[in-house]
């Protein structure tokens, strides 16, 4: 990640001043709850990613800033309804949003952030990024309903979740990246190729989160383990499980994740099963594949510091999982 902030730091500071700027409203509460959550940590890989595209066209203009922060409102957004949606009570670490101000709060403020960004977009004044990111915020919220129905679903193949994971996450890193190009002039095919490096990226970025709810220290995930099976999330690692166990193995597993609140014992016995049939490795592994796809689409672009920051981020995103 070093090479990344070398690059962009300067413009990531920018970005967070944005944000507070982007935030003013007569409204103490929103202000309130928008800097908790924005000002949380986070990785800001979104923004990041909308810079590095940007410059990777030599864009040395003023639009990169402002548009990586409404990148990051609607992230912001999604993840304070998220939170609702999931009864979380840890995010990035902390007290999620919900768990402090209550439900109706991180509702309304998530709403506010989203109006915001819109209007963000509309000052921006390209309707080109405008399409962009307003398709990218309708598929997340198809994707958050794919994932409502799925929930639960033992029989819920690879390809169906891939499908979730790129409504509900990719989607946006892809349009992070793409509209990096736009405003920075990219042609036609480097507009795609940098829209298809976020895609494969942010699914395998999902796919890591998938492996870190099972594995990962609390406090460096920054959310509690194991709360994608106690909300009946099933993931790949647990997919890929579910193909090689015994029946007798898929009953138990449905058993778990249809009940409304795990029981002691119930996480470690579906972990021991997602380790013994090797769901953990058979996920990095097509995590690796994805990141692998991932940088052949930039093949387009001359070797640069640019480029390989963008290759050393999609590394990031695999290795802060092993």
């Known amino acids: 990640m070093e090479s990344v902030i070398a690059l962009i730091g300067a413009d990531l500071k920018n970005v967070e001043r944005q944000f507070k700027k982007d935030l003013e409203s007569e409204v103490p509460l929103i202000r309130k709850v928008g800097e908790y959550v924005l000002s949380s940590g986070g990785k800001r890989i979104r923004p990041a990613l909308l810079l590095l595209a940007a410059k990777l066209l030599d864009y040395s203009g003023e639009r990169s ?10 992230h912001t957004a999604t993840l304070l309804h998220d939170d609702v949606v999931d009864s979380a009570n840890l995010r990035r670490g902390l007290a999620s949003a919900n768990t402090l101000w209550g439900n109706e709060a991180s509702v309304l403020v998530g709403d506010f952030l ?24 309708t598929r997340i919220a198809e994707g958050e309903v794919m994932q409502l129905i799925c929930t639960s679903d033992v029989d819920i193949t690879e390809e169906r979740y891939i499908e979730v994971v790129v409504c509900k996450t990719a989607v946006l890193l892809a349009a992070a990246c793409q509209a990096g190009a736009i405003i920075g002039g990219a042609t036609v095919e480097q507009e795609a190729a940098l829209a298809a490096f976020g895609m494969d990226l942010g699914i395998a970025f999902q796919l890591m989160d998938d492996t870190l709810d099972y594995v990962a220290d609390e ?65 990095i592994h097509r995590a690796e594949e994805y990141v692998a796809a991932a940088k052949s689409h930039l093949e387009i672009f001359a070797d640069s510091p640019v480029r390989r920051a963008l290759f050393s981020l999609a590394d990031y995103v695999v290795t802060r999982g092993k």
């Open 219 to 283: 406090k460096e995930f920054g959310k509690s383990i194991g709360h994608d099976l106690e909300e009946g999330k099933i993931t790949l690692p647990l997919i890929e499980t579910l193909k090689r166990c015994s029946a007798a193995e898929r009953d138990i597993v449905g058993s778990i994740v249809e009940k409304e609140e795990l029981e002691s014992g119930d996480f470690d016995q579906v972990f021991a099963l997602v380790t013994r049939f090797g769901g953990l490795d058979y996920t």
């Open 114 to 137: 989203f109006s915001k960004s819109f209007s963000l977009m509309v000052a921006d004044g390209d309707l080109n990024v405008l399409r962009v990111l307003a398709d990218a915020t």
């Open 65 to 74: 800033v402002p548009l990586a922060s409404v990148v990051e409102f609607i």
